[in-house]
């Protein structure tokens, strides 16, 4: 039996989440599934983990689950900082949109990249009343204080992701959160 | 897991099938599959997943980028749903997770049609996956009273853990099968509580080993394994939160 798990070198959430997707080394070929949940030290963390024992490893080929994914995106999120309101309706969009896995992490960084490290992000889920199938993810952004230029570069970040989410299923939308207080 | 508890743990089980690379496979398939499981999972779906291969060479590490088109079939519920990607077959199910003897005969079933339609030369992985999701409503909590199964710190270093991610391989059958037990705290929406991921994966660790022919009966054994690492994986503390209505 072997306990290899948590080594020195995986200090990050986001590593560890990347480590979720690894899969079998089979004659030297470690495969990965979910690109997105991938960090960009990854190769480096791989290549020390090469020269380690691959037992604890050595488990998957791909991921053929979504609910591990899902849990490793919304660890992956926290630890970006982005808080989760109705975390089980979040949880539950995502098990039914995977899809999304692949970009959430990823525009969440962008979004963090582009704007005031100040400025918090707080993902929600939107059913409307009226129409149950109208439902979505809310990516709400706030600036303190408010900067009305915020709506352009939300607007700059929506188009450059749009061909990503043509093809998929499941939406977010990005919204800036001019509400006061918590 | 077999023992029914009013609040299982469970949020996702998952039996998937990779056949061996011998085995002829074309992009009628899946189509011909659906014909036949049309009745139960009247939905499809088109997904693709991204694999990254990399490989040891004497050079260095070379990196590869590939995507796979897997074609969804789900129930009218979405609960219930079948995979199928090239030479690869998995059956989900999402929470609420019905009982074992609900769960098998939809494995049953997805792999029997599989097989009257491809001629299946061998079984490079056979796997059978629970993941449970476990909810303490607790401050400071004693992973010991829950689990029986944790990560241990010596009394030399500081015992309060942000978070952690655990796992070990235990080995079935001699060496034929394996399990991962991984154990990693998860994100919960009240800051009081305790999140866990307890993910059970059990597989057949080497390729062709099993026939086609007897593939359904392996994952038989393979659910009593999984449940017996399950039972041995927590204490009668978290056995109580279970049966909490």
Redesign the interface.
């Known amino acids: 039996m072997s306990a290899i798990y948590g080594h020195a070198e995986i200090s990050a959430q986001q590593q560890w989440s990347a480590l979720e997707g690894i899969a079998t080394k089979s004659e030297g070929v470690l495969r990965l599934a979910s690109l997105q949940q991938i960090g960009s030290s990854l190769v480096e963390t791989l290549s020390a983990l090469l020269n380690t024992p691959f037992n604890a490893l050595a488990a998957r080929q791909g991921t053929a689950d979504i609910s591990s994914r899902v849990e490793a995106t919304l660890s992956q999120l926290v630890s970006q900082r982005v808080a989760i309101s109705s975390l089980a309706k979040v949880r539950n969009y995502l098990l039914q949109n995977s899809d999304l896995l692949d970009l959430l992490p990823t525009l969440c960084k962008t979004i963090a990249e582009r704007f005031d490290p100040g400025t918090k992000q707080r993902l929600e889920y939107y059913q409307d009343p009226q129409y149950e199938d109208d439902e979505y993810l809310s990516l709400y952004l706030r600036l303190d204080p408010v900067d009305l230029s915020m709506i352009e570069t939300i607007d700059s970040i929506t188009d450059a992701y749009s061909e990503a989410f043509a093809n998929i299923k499941g939406w977010i939308l990005i919204a800036p959160d001019f509400q006061r207080g918590d | 897991m077999s023992r029914q508890y009013i609040n299982p743990p469970v949020?996702?089980a998952?039996c998937?099938f990779?056949l061996s690379s011998d085995t002829k496979w074309d992009l009628t398939i899946p189509g011909l599959v659906y014909e036949r499981i049309q009745d139960r999972f009247p939905h499809k779906?088109q997904?693709?997943?991204?694999?990254?291969?990399?490989?040891?060479?004497a050079n260095g590490?070379k990196?590869q980028?590939r995507t796979n088109e897997r074609i969804w079939f789900l129930t009218e519920d979405?609960k219930l749903f079948i995979?199928i990607g090239t030479r690869?077959l998995?059956i989900?199910c999402?929470a609420p997770y019905p009982t074992w003897q609900s769960f098998k005969p939809s494995i049953d079933r997805a792999y029997e049609t599989l097989s009257s339609i491809v001629s299946i030369q061998g079984l490079?992985?056979i796997?059978l996956?629970y993941?449970n999701?476990i909810e303490i409503a607790a401050l400071n909590l004693e992973l010991a009273t829950f689990f029986q199964f944790w990560?241990y710190l010596g009394e030399r270093l500081p015992q309060a853990m942000k978070?952690?991610?655990?796992?070990?391989?235990?080995?079935y059958s001699d060496d034929r099968d394996?399990c991962?037990i991984?154990l990693?705290?998860?994100?919960?929406?009240q800051p009081d509580t305790g999140g866990f991921?307890l993910?059970l994966?059990y597989?057949l660790?080497q390729p062709n080993t099993v026939s086609p022919e007897n593939a359904l009966d392996w994952v038989e054994g393979a659910h009593q394994n999984v449940e017996t690492v399950f039972e041995g994986c927590i204490t009668d503390g978290l056995r109580e939160i279970f049966e909490r209505a």
């Open positions: 949020v996702e998952v998937e990779r779906e997904h693709i997943v991204s694999d990254i291969e990399i490989n040891q060479e590490i990196q980028v979405r995979q690869f998995a989900n999402l490079e992985r796997g996956r993941v999701r990560p978070a952690f991610i655990v796992g070990c391989l235990l080995p394996a991962r991984q990693t705290t998860a994100v919960t929406e991921v993910d994966d597989f660790a």
